[in-house]
């Protein structure tokens, strides 16, 4: 089993600066097999080469792909690469921290 983790966001709770997320958010990707990352792999090198370093943007290219701010046609094009992989699972997990910050001061609060 492989396990590849990633996460966005930050964990600083100062609301007031500009930069400071509203959301830390882990994901996982669990590959059950060496060939489930293969054809992942592969599947992120050719969207990569095929979707989004095509030749216009060849001098700037990006070496990931973004879920946030990739158009749903890659994400169509990426998913029809890894359909033939059956072993491998995403998992994720969000953290509202504006929340979280409310409940630990409420629960502060009563002690």
Known sequence: ????ID???DL???FQKRKTSKFFT???LVCKDEQSIKIICSAV?????????HKKNRRNPRNELKGNNTDISIKKYF?????????????S??????LLLKKTV???GRL
Not at 93 to 98: A, P, R, S, T, V
């Open 1 to 4: 089993m492989y396990v590849f």
């Open 7 to 9: 996460e966005t966001g």
């Open 12 to 14: 600083g709770f100062d």
């Open 26 to 28: 882990l994901a996982a």
């Open 45 to 53: 090198k050719k969207t990569l080469y095929n979707k989004i370093n």
């Open 79 to 91: 998913y029809k690469r890894i359909q033939a992989c059956e072993n491998w699972q995403l998992c």
């Open 93 to 98: 997990i969000m953290l509202d921290k504006m």
């Open 106 to 108: 409420s629960f502060a």
